[in-house]
DNA sequence: GTATATGCAAAGGGTTTGCACGGTT
DNA sequence: AACCGTGCAAACCCTTTGCATATAC
């Protein structure tokens, strides 16, 4: 198993952060939710300690990003959703005509990624990517459509 | 060349739209800026034409791209890019530390592109594109500091 | 003439910030 | 005891919306 949760407080004291309920119930929230917003992981927060403050997950969220436990990606054209850093990273289709979001396993996208690199000496963060553009079957509908999609 | 920009009008047209000054300014200013908010636009625009106002350019530039003749990518945290749909698309490469953005021929991520469309199903729109991560100067700087960059 | 597009102003969502208090180290 | 983190409220940025007027067709 990793030792991304494991450490969780040892990551942060080791940058020089202090260990807060807030912070671990934050941590807590967004593994169990998986892809949150800000305001859900909030709500998540409340069911266990109602006095959180949203302006306090947003800097926890902040935090927890600056030590890599979590990251976030842009699906929607609203709030960003966070994640935990997990080993194998995943990217994000989201599909603008139905708005339905499919994370797939990011290894073909890595070796895409790793090419880049090499050519361009830029290091891609594979956790952030969130690609726009049609699912299958909103592709399929589409055929015979003239439209251009966002 | 291209019949993007010849035929703005008439794409406009076929697809029920009327033909504004506002429209014909909006278009000129996102082809002219080449990667522009709307903020940024607005103020191009009214060197011109004083008188429109952001929700106007905000309203056009959600009909430009319904028909498919500028496209906006989110590379910073605050407000999209948009910038005209042409022939070479193109993908984005913002770094998360010194915020440079590289636009990059879209070639290999086609690529890539292609493949997820076969196995998956998923079209990408690829002038959408954004990449967060870190540019080669950056990458560098960072080889023997331990931090995690967003 | 009729429907669409625009300008204006107000409201809305999401995020950040200043400050005083409280908690961790 | 010192400093960092939190709650609260206000401010901020970006975007959308309702409505009356102007304009393209």
New binding site residues.
Partial sequence: MSDYLEAW?RR??SA????????QL?LEAVTHLQHA???EILAEVQGT?A?????????????LEQVGLVT?AHI?????TYHVVDEIPHIHLVCSRCRAVESIEGTNFEKFANGLEKLNGFVVNISHVALHGLCKKCADDSQNVKEYVI
């Fill in positions: 407080d942060l004291r020089g952060f202090r260990i807060t309920p807030q912070r934050v917003t800000p305001e300690a006095g959180v403050n949203l302006s306090t997950v947003y800097r926890t969220l902040e935090v976030h929607g054209h609203g709030a960003p």
